[in-house]
């Protein structure tokens, strides 16, 4: 143990008291200074003062200590038990300066209530600068001369407009990028363009991969509602960071990136200004900015163009439930009380007869539909969720074939698997197929992410009747015209390990093209696969 000397000890006492007492000074010093300030602003709201002609305030303006009003701050004492003084309020020294009502209308205001209407919440994130110009006046006279294609279009919309403008106030984007959708693809989530463009921003294949939506035989992520919007708001944010402009970066959301740049590249080099004005462009990414003005425009003021919006309340409109077994998309709309076509509307990438749940954890539902959908699927108990399973093809072959091997009829299996006609299913490729009730797991998460189908086109054949050699075999014809041996075989009525005489006739089918070579014109025959 440490012995200190009494004159140590009694400056150390000395030191900690002495930092004790400054605290508590610093405390109440800085409760009063809060208190003074409110002080202020009342006595200011209190005696405003009289107004000249020239606008200013004259006259005093009361001055009140923190003493002259009760308060428990300013009976607070230090901690010596002393009574601490308030000092005096000092009222501003500049001359105040009244508000020009003029300048006052320009400031911006946020309103005291929630819109109503989605569409005047729209209106009041309005943010990109206007365009306008003959094209755009053309593209209003065209979209208010059409109040049923307006109707479609907007109705379509109400389904998704809520979550959109959501997440453009989220990310603090301009409102207006909500109605991009009108202009790519009318709201129609199922919408693919010639250029093979598709869902409701029209993401092209690679650009989709790009954006992480995962395109398979069960889903394409480009139809998804929240997918493609999170997509295209990502790609939008980062158009508008490379150009610095909103027009522009929808010119590149239209046109390319690439494009866009080599463009302005252009117009530098020639000493041009650089604007979407001013840059030579296709004529659809030089009508696309219009046309998003032009519905910008009557969202802004339908009355102006002789236009009504339905209504769009501003609250959600569906919510997304998780689901732990694959589910048929008939079954999913049945336990949610929905009409199939509102079901699918909602969940727009599932392509298929049935949803798995390894790559679809979650679906939409209208908002007053979940806890319906949760309480009849708990309670559902009349079979499997799901009556569609998947197999993986061992061999090529025909959907007659596959069809034969899995219980269906050629049509449903080229159907529901979109095979096209006079096409083979190649070896590896993954198939939806009945699901029987001895299958109990679903399906796992490594075929939804990675099942592909891959196509090859069906050989046309010629029957072939060619004359043995000496000491022929089955397999020495079958390598001489590149066939297998066990078709060979298969073809002749004989083993594999046969030989045959001198001179007999063999029967072989051929490629039409291998046949051509040696000018036969033998009868072309459709090659039938080994049952």
């Known amino acids: 143990m440490t012995l200190y000397r009494p004159s140590a000890l009694f400056l150390f006492w000395r030191k900690a008291s002495d930092r004790l007492s400054r605290c508590c000074e610093?405390?109440?010093?800085?409760?009063?200074?809060?208190?003074?300030?409110?002080?202020?602003?009342?006595?200011?709201?209190a005696t405003p003062g009289q107004m000249d002609a020239q606008g200013k305030i004259s006259g005093p303006i009361m001055a009140t200590s923190a003493s002259a009003i009760p308060s428990e701050t300013a009976k607070n004492s230090d901690a010596r038990g002393r009574q601490k003084p308030a000092g005096p309020v000092v009222a501003p020294s500049s001359t105040l300066k009244s508000i020009d009502p003029l300048a006052d209308a320009k400031q911006s205001v946020a309103a005291l209530e929630a819109p109503i209407e989605l569409w005047d919440r729209i209106r009041r994130g309005f943010r990109m600068p206007d365009l306008q110009n003959?094209?755009?006046?053309?593209?209003?006279?065209?979209?208010?001369?059409?109040?049923?294609?307006?109707q479609r279009m907007t109705q379509?919309?109400?389904?998704?407009?809520?979550?959109?403008?959501?997440?453009?106030?989220?990310?603090?984007?301009?409102?207006?990028?909500a109605l991009?959708?009108?202009?790519?693809?009318?709201?129609?989530?199922?919408?693919?363009?010639?250029?093979?463009?598709?869902?409701?921003w029209q993401f092209m294949p690679?650009?989709?991969?790009?954006?992480?939506?995962?395109?398979?035989?069960?889903?394409?992520?480009?139809?998804?509602?929240?997918?493609?919007?999170?997509?295209?708001?990502?790609?939008?944010?980062?158009?508008?960071?490379?150009?610095?402009?909103?027009?522009?970066?929808?010119?590149?959301?239209?046109?390319?990136?690439?494009?866009?740049?080599?463009?302005?590249?252009?117009?530098?080099?020639?000493?041009?200004e650089t604007?979407?004005?001013?840059?030579?462009?296709?004529?659809?990414?030089r009508l696309y900015v219009p046309k998003l003005q032009a519905v910008k425009n009557i969202v802004a003021n339908p009355e102006a163009f002789k236009t009504e919006l339905p209504l769009i309340e501003n609250h959600p409109y569906f919510q997304d439930v998780t689901i732990s077994r694959d589910i048929d998309v008939a079954l999913a709309a049945k336990l949610a009380d929905v009409k199939l076509e509102d079901f699918k509307a909602l969940n727009p990438a599932a392509s298929r007869p049935v949803i798995l749940a390894a790559v679809t954890p979650q679906i939409l539902l209208p908002w007053d539909s979940a806890k319906v959908f949760q309480r009849n699927f708990e309670a559902y108990t009349l079979g499997q969720y799901a009556s569609w399973t998947t197999w993986?093809?061992?061999?090529?072959?025909?959907?007659?074939?596959?069809?034969?091997?899995t219980g269906m009829s050629e049509s449903d299996m080229r159907s529901i698997n979109s095979i096209p006609p006079r096409m083979l299913v190649k070896a590896g490729s993954t198939l939806l197929v009945p699901r029987s009730a001895k299958v109990i797991h679903d399906v796992t998460s490594h075929v939804a992410e990675n099942g592909q189908m891959s196509l090859a086109p069906e050989i046309v054949t010629r029957r072939v009747n060619v004359k043995a050699r000496k000491g022929e075999t089955v397999a020495t014809l079958a390598r001489r015209y590149r066939v297998s041996v066990l078709e060979v075989a298969d073809w002749n009525?004989?083993?594999?390990?046969?030989?045959?005489?001198?001179?007999?006739?063999?029967?072989?089918?051929?490629?039409?093209?291998a046949n051509a070579k040696s000018g036969s014109k033998l009868r072309t025959v459709k090659r039938v696969p080994r049952k």
Not at 134 to 150: A, G, M, N, Q
Not at 392 to 405: F, G, L, Q
């Open 26 to 45: 610093l405390r109440t010093v800085l409760s009063v200074v809060c208190l003074t300030s409110s002080v202020l602003v009342l006595a200011g709201c």
């Open 206 to 272: 690679a650009t989709g991969t790009y954006f992480d939506l995962k395109q398979n035989i069960f889903r394409d992520d480009r139809r998804d509602v929240l997918a493609s919007t999170r997509a295209a708001l990502d790609y939008l944010q980062k158009l508008h960071t490379m150009f610095g402009d909103w027009h522009l970066a929808l010119a590149a959301y239209n046109w390319g990136e690439g494009n866009v740049g080599k463009a302005i590249a252009r117009n530098k080099k020639a000493g041009l």
């Open 156 to 177: 379509r919309s109400s389904k998704y407009l809520f979550h959109i403008v959501e997440e453009l106030e989220r990310r603090n984007m301009p409102t207006e990028l």
């Open 392 to 405: 993986t093809v061992p061999t090529t072959m025909a959907a007659s074939e596959a069809a034969r091997r």
């Open 493 to 513: 009525q004989v083993t594999a390990h046969s030989s045959f005489k001198l001179g007999q006739s063999v029967v072989l089918f051929l490629p039409v093209k």
């Open 134 to 150: 003959d094209l755009v006046t053309d593209r209003e006279v065209w979209y208010s001369s059409r109040p049923d294609y307006i």
């Open 275 to 285: 604007g979407y004005a001013d840059l030579n462009m296709p004529a659809e990414t």
């Open 180 to 200: 991009l959708p009108f202009i790519e693809s009318a709201f129609n989530p199922q919408a693919v363009s010639s250029a093979k463009a598709a869902g409701m």
